[in-house]
């Protein structure tokens, strides 16, 4: 879409002025594939893929925010990341933040996750071993950044150049987001690829793990008279 990296890049502001992890054109896009799920144009069979259900029909009528609103049901209240997000970034240690990042490796699978925090280290953070279906083994190094803003490709060569020779994998994760040359860079042919995880994958990732996050289901009770009709 040819869309400049100063728009691109323009984090994220809530009304009540906390910026949650996410640019502002992430947020866009991810309203826009919440409305066309409820429409029922697309659908995710699981986080990040998406697929469509079916086309737009030419000759209807176009669609308007306020015939959009009378088919979708309102999009959940989003205030929890936000708030989420400024405890990450404001309230908790730097060294809490590497120890919750460490309670994440080992939810997730890792096995002598270590968080090392010394100084002149080359920016890494802690250590651990990922273990792939119970046979395969990556020793992998990881950094933790509690930004508000955004990283740059230069803090992701920063990264690779202290993790080579130290491990198979590379894991930078934040609290803000990554711009998009540094996407590009930790995956950048001819160098050791960096896994990257935002502040949005952070948050859906303790919420899925229900570290300091709870969800509250409420129950949908129906009664099937057929099935009484039957006896």
Do not use: C, H
Request: glycine share 10%; no cysteine; charged share 25%.
């Amino acid at each position: 879409m040819a869309i400049p990296d100063a728009l691109a890049n323009e984090p994220r502001v809530s009304k009540r002025g906390v910026a949650d992890g996410r640019t502002e054109l992430e947020y866009e896009l991810a309203w826009g594939r919440t409305q066309l799920k409820g429409l029922g144009y697309i659908n995710n069979s699981q986080r990040g893929v998406w697929s469509i259900v079916k086309t737009v029909d030419p000759n209807a009528s176009p669609l308007t925010i306020s015939s959009i609103s009378t088919q979708v049901q309102a999009i959940p209240n989003d205030d929890w990341r936000a708030e989420l997000n400024t405890i990450l970034t404001e309230v908790i240690s730097p060294s809490a933040f590497e120890r919750l990042i460490q309670r994440i490796l080992r939810e997730t699978g890792f096995v002598q996750v270590e968080v090392t925090g010394r100084t002149n280290d080359g920016g890494i953070d802690g250590k651990g071993i990922a273990k792939i279906n119970g046979m395969l083994s990556f020793y992998v190094v990881f950094q933790a950044k509690r930004y508000k803003g955004s990283v740059s490709s230069a803090q992701v060569r920063d990264f690779r150049g202290a993790m080579v020779g130290r491990a198979d994998k590379g894991l930078l994760i934040t609290t803000g987001y990554f711009t998009r040359e540094a996407i590009k860079e930790a995956v950048r042919e001819g160098a050791p690829a960096i896994d990257l995880v935002d502040g949005e994958k952070l948050i859906e990732k303790l919420k899925s793990l229900s570290l300091g996050v709870n969800t509250e289901l409420i129950e949908s009770v129906s009664l099937d008279k057929s099935w009484f009709e039957s006896l």
